[in-house]
């Protein structure tokens, strides 16, 4: 059984930082691809960040200089960090795990950036 939990969500005032972790358990092939994720109510999910195991990093226009996506390949965990946080990040965040053949995704981390 794969299974993704997150951590490190929060409320925090604009400018300011959280750093998300996601640790995956299970079944899981040495090469694959985990990243992040959010959705907002009525709206469809977006990507934020993805990484490769091999290294590779993506990211989403909005995020680029301001979020670094990092992962432990031993641990299968991935994090999120993410500065100068904007009211516009404001999101569930969502850890996924794409294999060949099959995607997971975690329970879903609430950010909310206020003032």
């Known amino acids: 059984q794969v299974q993704l939990v997150e951590s490190g969500g929060g409320l925090v005032q604009p400018g300011g930082s959280l750093r998300l972790s996601c640790a995956a358990s299970g079944a899981i092939l040495s090469f694959n691809v985990m990243g992040w994720y959010r959705q907002v109510p009525g709206k469809q999910r977006e990507l934020v960040a993805t990484t490769t195991s091999r290294g590779s990093t993506n990211y989403a226009d909005s995020v680029k200089g301001r979020f670094t996506i990092s992962r432990e390949n031993a641990k299968n965990t991935v994090s999120l960090q993410m500065n100068s946080l904007k009211p516009e990040d404001t999101a569930v965040y969502y850890c996924?795990?794409?294999?060949?053949?099959?995607?997971?995704w975690g329970q879903g981390t609430q950010v909310t950036v206020s003032s």
């Open positions: 996924k795990l794409e294999l060949r053949f099959s995607t997971y």
